[in-house]
């Protein structure tokens, strides 16, 4: 028999959780979406605080917590703002593919950067010509010498104008299908890297979504995910698997939050 009952830690991170969300969140909400500003500083406290990237063991400097722990957190961000949420939570997604399918060296590196540094990273699959149908991708990746040459667009990435870096899903043998697609770790930084406008969402406004642009973008052989090619599609698939109930608690904030709200207004109309 299942037992839905939250343990003792549980309970009290769904509260510190839910405090953070009260005090520091609802009160910045309108103005982050009115005027569509990233909520970077509250990211950073929220960071501060041992509320984003759960997920992250400890042997790279992460609280090393469960999924159910990061759904009873994400529940109560998005009650507080969806879109703070989505915008908190796009570092999170971004570390899944690392955590999946990088070897231990690169955890140690890229983990790290996040957990202790407070890095942020950005998720850059979807593009143009392919959004759920994540074979259809076109950006390539090339292998020269001690370098891979990454050229290719990416769309609606969520974080990518404060992003410090990416995953970025590409093919390296292009013939292969969804077979022959590579993870690659690319820094923002990198020379041939360019962003878009950032775009104005229908909803979330706060939460910064742009295209990216990859022109002849040379980054080292142990940036690939793994250090082996042909991977990547299952690891992005992988990465899918432990992101999703997160964006199912986002849902579930934003109605109880819709809920309330309608309540309060039922009982003064």
């Known amino acids: ?26 009160p910045q909400a309108e103005h982050w979406d009115t005027d569509e500003v990233y909520p970077l500083d509250t ?6 605080m041992g509320l984003l990237n759960l997920h992250i063991p400890e042997a790279y400097g992460g609280p090393g917590l469960g999924c159910m722990e990061e759904v009873l957190v994400n529940e109560e961000l998005a009650w507080g703002d969806p879109g703070f949420a989505t915008a908190a939570y796009a570092t999170a997604l971004a570390t899944a593919p690392i955590i999946t399918g990088a070897t231990e060296a690169q955890k140690q590196v890229w ?3 996040i957990a202790e540094e407070g890095a942020l990273a950005s998720y850059a699959v979807t593009e143009p010509g392919a959004g759920s149908d ?21 769309m609606w990435i969520t974080g990518a104008g404060y992003a410090d870096f990416f995953f970025v899903l590409a093919k390296t043998d292009p ?3 969804y077979r022959g697609m590579s993870g690659f770790i690319v820094e923002a930084n990198r020379e041939g890297v360019t962003l878009g406008k950032k775009e104005t969402n229908m909803g979330q406004r706060c939460s ?5 642009t990859f022109d002849d973008v040379r980054v080292p052989a142990n940036h690939l995910i793994g250090e082996s090619e042909s991977g990547g599609w299952m690891n992005a698939m992988q990465a899918f698997d432990l992101s999703r109930p997160n964006i199912a608690a986002h849902a579930t904030g934003l109605a109880r939050a819709a809920y309330e709200h309608a309540l309060t207004y039922a009982g003064e109309r």
């Open 134 to 154: 994540v074979a259809a991708i076109a950006t390539t990746a090339r292998r020269d010498g001690d370098e891979y040459v990454i050229n290719g667009s990416k």
């Open 208 to 212: 910064d979504t742009r295209s990216i």
């Open 43 to 48: 990211i950073r406290a929220a960071h501060e």
């Open 1 to 26: 028999m299942v037992d839905f009952q939250l343990d003792e830690m549980q309970e009290m991170l769904r509260e510190l959780a839910h405090q953070f969300a009260v005090e520091e969140i609802r």
């Open 111 to 113: 983990l790290r950067k």
């Open 175 to 177: 013939d292969a299908g």
